[in-house]
C-alpha cells in the first residue's frame, strides 16, 4: 500500500500542536501515587477496553495514566506518547478522554479501525513511535448520543455481549453523555404497586418491548403487550451492568424521568383526578392503543407519582443527576398556553429535584419542530426551568435546527445533533456537506455545548457517523480535505488503501451520503413498500454514481475478498443498486399497465420478481443481513415458549405492519433476507397477478381490494407465523455480487449526466 497520503493526512490533524511531557514514573494504570480511586478506575477500565479490541497480548503495549488534572478548557485533554521501552502512554483528563485517544491512534497511527459492522485490526509490531509528545483537544463538553427511539428499532433485543461492545465503539469515539433508558418498566411497576395498582392494570397500559419506546413518551400503550413477566427483572440486572460500565468509563449517563404520563387504572386511587387523554390518533392506531393520559400539573397525584419513581430509581441505579422527560413528543398538550405549559414544566422539574436537587433536565427538542409551538410558547416552557438545568436536544440540527428560530433556547444550553435515520432504515443516505459546515457554524454566538447523534435506529451508514464524531475536533473541511479524510476512512476500515475504492466512496460521499435536501430521503426506496400504481419511481440523487461506485468495488472485490468490512460494504452496495434496478423496472412495469400491454406487464413484472430473489441471495450471504438473527435475539429474550412467542410477533409487527392493521406501515422496514423473500416479493407476486388479471379480465384494478388481500395473504400472516430463518450466511457473498453485477449492469446502468 502506498502509505504517502495517509502520512500527510495524519500530520495534518494533529492539531500542529506539540508538547513535551516530562519523564514520568508510571508504568501501570495504578502505579502513579496521589491517584484517586475514580482516576484508577477509569484507567483500570479503559486498560479492559484495549485488551477486548487489540488482545490481551498487544495490550500490554498500551499503558492509561488518568489526571482529572488535567484540564484544559476542552472537555477531552489527551497527550500520546511514546515510552522508552516502545510502549504507547495515553495521558488523559478521564477515562473517555483516554478511550478516544487510543482510538485515534488506532486510526491514524495503525490503519485500524472498529465500527458497528465489524473490527479491523491490524497493529504493527512493534507499535509505531511518535516523535513528539502529541495533544489531542476537542471543542465540545458533551457528545450525547441515542433517540429514545433507538431502544424500540435497534436495542430491543440486546444482551448484555452485545452493550459491551457497543459501549467500547461509544468510548472510542469519546461519547461521555449517553440515556441509560433499560430497566424502567420494574420501577415503575414497584412504585405503582405502591400506590395501589396490580399488575392488570400494567399490563393494559405497558406496551410490548419492541414499542416501549413510544409507550415511555406517552405515544401509545399496550400494544404487543403485556410484557413478559422475566422482562422486568431482566432488564434491571442489563441496566445494572450497563451503568457499571459506562460509569467505570467516565461516562455520564442520562436516566429516564417522569414527564406525567399514567396509566388509566390510576383512577381507582383517586376517582376525580385531573387528567388528560392526549395523542389520539398517534401513529393511526385505534383508540384502544393510540395516546396516553397525562396528569394535570395541579393535581396532587403528579408530585406522588413522580417522587414514587425517582425514589425507586436512584435506590436502584444511583444516579449521575441528568434525567430525560419528554412530554410532548408528537403530540398536542390538553391546553397550549403560556401559563399550562410553564407550569407544566415547572412541575415536571420541581418534581424531579425533590428527589434530587442537583437534577438537571435532558429534553428532546424534537416536539418544538411542530409550528404551533411558538418563539414566546416555547419560552414559557424552557424558561419555566431554572437557567443552566435544562439541557435542549437539538434533535435533527443538520436539517431543521431550531436554536436559530428560538434564540438558543433562550439561554438554555443545547447539543447539536444529527438525526440521519428513522424508523432503522438501512438505505443509503447523508447529509455530509450541512455536518461539515452546520456544527461549526451553531458554535458561533449561541449556547451550544456540544454535538451529538440522535439516530431512531443505526447500522447504516457508518462513514457518515464517523464523520459526524470527528466534528468534535475537526473544523469545516475543504474538498481537498475532506478527499483526505475519505483516504484516510479506507486505509483504517480495510488495511489497505486502492484507487478504485477512493474512486468509489468520493462518488458517495459526494453524491448519495451528501444530500443538500432539508427533507431526510432514506424513505424512499421503492421495492420495501406495500406496491401501489402511485409509487414514486424517481430519485432524489443520480443513480448512475452510485453505479458507477459499484463498479469501482466490484473491480476490487477479488483483491479484498478476505476483508470482511469490505464484504460488507459489497453487498450493502449491491443492495443500494439493486433497488434503483427496481425502481426503473418498476417504471417500465407502469407504462406497460397504463399502455394496456400484457406483454410488456409480464416482462417486468417478471423482471421485478427476479431482482427480488436476487436481492434476497445475496443478502443472505452476509451475517449483517439476516431476518434470522433479529428474531432469534428476540426469542432469546424469552424464559419460556409462550413469552419467546410474544416476543417475535413484537419483533415481525414493528418491521412491517407496526400496529394491528399496517397503522405505521413498513416505517421500520429492513433489506434483510428472509424478510425480502417471505414479506417484500410475495406482496409484488400478488401486485403484479393482480395487474395481469385487470388487463385480461377488463376489470379496474382496486387498490382497496389488493390492499384488503394482501393484508389477509401476505402481511398478517407473516406477523402470525412462527417459520424460522437461518441465522447464519448463505454462500459466498463475493462471486454473488460479481454474477448480479454482470447480470444487470448493461441492462440497467446510465451514463452519468
Known sequence: MNQTPLICFVMAICFCQTVSLSK??????????????????QAMSVQDLIKRVVGNERSSDFVVDVNFSLHGSQSFLVQLSTTSDGKLMISANGGIAAAWGFNYFLKYFCNSSVFWSGRNINLPNPLPKLSKTITLKNFDKWIYYQNVCTYGYSFSWWNWTQWEQHIDWMAMNGINFPLAFNGQEEMWRRTYFKLGLNQTDLDEYFAGPAFLAWNRMGNMRKWGGPLPASWYNNQVQLQHAILDRTRSLGMIPILPGFAGFVPQAIQKISPKVNMSWIGRGWGNLPDEYTGSYILSPTD??????????????????????????????????????TTYLSTMFRT?????????????????????????????IAKAMLTAVPQGSLIVLDLESELAPQFPRLD????????????????????????????NTGVDQGRVGTTMSGIGLTPEGIFQNEVVYEFMLEKTFRPTMTQPQIEQWITAFISRRYGSWKPQLQTGWSLLVNGILNSSSSQNEMHRNLLIQQPSLKLDASFWYDPAIVLEAWDNMVNVAGDLADVDL??????????????????????????????????????????????????????????????????????????????????????????????????????????????VAKYYRPRWQ????????????????????????????????????????????????VPIVQFLHYKYQVRNRRPRQ
Not at 514520568?24 to 478506575?41: F, I, M, N, P
Not at 444550553?413 to 447529509?431: E, H, K, R, T, V
Request: with cysteine; charged share 20%.
Open 408 to 435: 438558543s433556547y433562550f439561554g438554555q444550553p443545547f447539543i447539536w445533533n444529527m438525526l440521519q435515520d428513522f424508523g432503522g432504515l438501512d438505505s443509503f443516505y447523508g447529509a455530509i456537506g450541512k455536518l
Open 300 to 337: 396532587p397525584l403528579f408530585a406522588a407519582v413522580g417522587q414514587g419513581f425517582y425514589k425507586e430509581l436512584v435506590a436502584e441505579y444511583g444516579t449521575d443527576h441528568y434525567y430525560n422527560m419528554d412530554p410532548f413528543n408528537e403530540m398536542v398538550p390538553p391546553w397550549n398556553t
Open 686 to 733: 400478488m401486485f403484479v397477478d393482480a395487474l395481469t388479471y385487470s388487463l385480461q379480465s377488463g376489470v379496474p384494478f382496486s387498490q382497496a381490494d389488493f390492499q384488503t388481500q394482501v393484508f389477509n395473504d401476505v402481511e398478517e400472516p407473516f406477523n402470525n407465523n412462527r417459520d424460522l430463518f437461518p441465522t447464519e450466511p448463505l454462500g459466498d457473498s
Open 24 to 41: 514520568k514514573d508510571t508504568v501501570v494504570v495504578t502505579a502513579r501515587t496521589g491517584k484517586s480511586s475514580r482516576e484508577q478506575l
Open 566 to 675: 469490505f464484504r460488507y460494504d459489497l453487498v450493502d452496495t449491491t443492495r443500494q443498486c439493486l433497488g434503483i434496478v427496481f425502481a426503473k423496472t418498476y417504471a417500465q412495469l407502469l407504462a406497460s399497465f397504463n399502455a394496456k400491454d400484457v406483454n410488456g406487464l409480464r416482462t417486468y413484472g417478471g423482471q421485478a420478481l427476479d431482482i427480488l430473489e436476487d436481492l434476497d441471495t445475496v443478502l443472505a450471504a452476509d451475517r449483517h443481513f439476516l431476518l434470522g438473527s433479529w428474531l432469534n435475539d428476540a426469542k432469546q429474550q424469552g424464559a419460556n415458549a409462550a413469552e419467546s412467542d410474544l416476543l417475535e410477533f413484537n419483533a415481525r409487527n414493528q418491521i412491517t405492519l407496526w400496529g394491528p392493521t399496517g397503522n405505521i406501515q413498513d416505517y421500520a422496514h429492513k433489506h434483510w433476507a428472509g424478510l
Open 348 to 376: 415536571i422539574f420541581t418534581t424531579l429535584t425533590s428527589v434530587d436537587p442537583m437534577a438537571t433536565w435532558v429534553l428532546q427538542g424534537w416536539f418544538l419542530l411542530n409550528s404551533g409551538y411558538t418563539p414566546d
